[in-house]
Structures are given as structure tokens and as C-alpha cells.
């Protein structure tokens, strides 16, 4: 069974940066697709990023765009979300999450997976933005 583990947040001052990684054990990651996830105090989580089994396609969302990248390395299990150029409404628990065929949704002019079709989920790790 596929386990997900988030690491690499911290607290950083307003424009600075921090690499997540997701790592897997359990199952080749290879064959899923892979979303990251931002869920700030009292709000709603939401999908910053994604990318597919092959990583030849990814998608950030709007309000991350020219700041935050994903990428991949099969070899390693592993997924990554560097986040650069952080402001404070970046603080919050990212999640990493996991599907097979993952569905594509267009929302206006942004990109991303569904979120309903991932099936696995890490356990978060903090990230504090401060001003």
C-alpha cells in the first residue's frame, strides 16, 4: 500500500524559500500522479501543484504561478515543490497527495488535477511565512 511522507517545512522570513519533498514507500511512484496541497489556518485546502506519472506534464495554480515549481524523481520515489519568493498567505500544512489517471480540470484560466480522484495522502508538514 502506497505511503506518502511530506518534509522540509519550516519558518522563513518573507521572500525566502523552502524545497517539500514527498517521499513514497509502499508502491513505485511511478505510476501516479501527484498533487500538492496547501491548507491554511481556517481555510480551505487547496491544490498549489501537480504533476503527472511521467512528469512531462505539471501544473502550478494561479496564485503560486512564477513562484512555486514541481518536479520529479521516479528513481528516488520522490516528488519536490520548491517554493520560492514566499509571502505570509503561503504559511500553512502542505500535503502531498497521490492518484492513478488523475483527471485534468480546467477552471478558467488555471489548470489542475482533480482533486477527488486522489486516493493517498501524506501527513503535512508546516510552513511559517513571516513577515
Known amino acids: 500500500q502506497l505511503q506518502l511522507v511530506a518534509s522540509g517545512g519550516g519558518e522563513v522570513q518573507t521572500g525566502g524559500s523552502l524545497r517539500l519533498s514527498c517521499k513514497a514507500s509502499?508502491?513505485?511512484?511511478?505510476?501516479?500522479?501527484i498533487g500538492w496541497f496547501r491548507q491554511a489556518p481556517g481555510k480551505e485546502r487547496v491544490q498549489v501543484a501537480c504533476?503527472?506519472?511521467?512528469?512531462?506534464?505539471?501544473y502550478v495554480a494561479r496564485i503560486v504561478k512564477g513562484r512555486f515549481s514541481i518536479s520529479r524523481d521516479n528513481a528516488e520515489n520522490s516528488v519536490f515543490l520548491q517554493m520560492d519568493s514566499l509571502k505570509p498567505d503561503d504559511t500553512g500544512v502542505y500535503y502531498c497527495?497521490?492518484?492513478?489517471?488523475?483527471?485534468?480540470?480546467?477552471?478558467?484560466?488555471?489548470?489542475?488535477?482533480?482533486?477527488?480522484?486522489?486516493?493517498?495522502w501524506g501527513q503535512g508538514t508546516q510552513v511559517t511565512v513571516s513577515s
Open positions: 497527495a497521490a492518484g492513478e489517471a488523475v483527471r485534468q480540470r480546467i477552471t478558467g484560466i488555471q489548470t489542475l488535477f482533480v482533486e477527488e480522484d486522489y486516493t493517498s
Open positions: 509502499g508502491s513505485a511512484l511511478d505510476k501516479y500522479d
Open positions: 504533476i503527472n506519472d511521467y512528469g512531462n506534464i505539471k
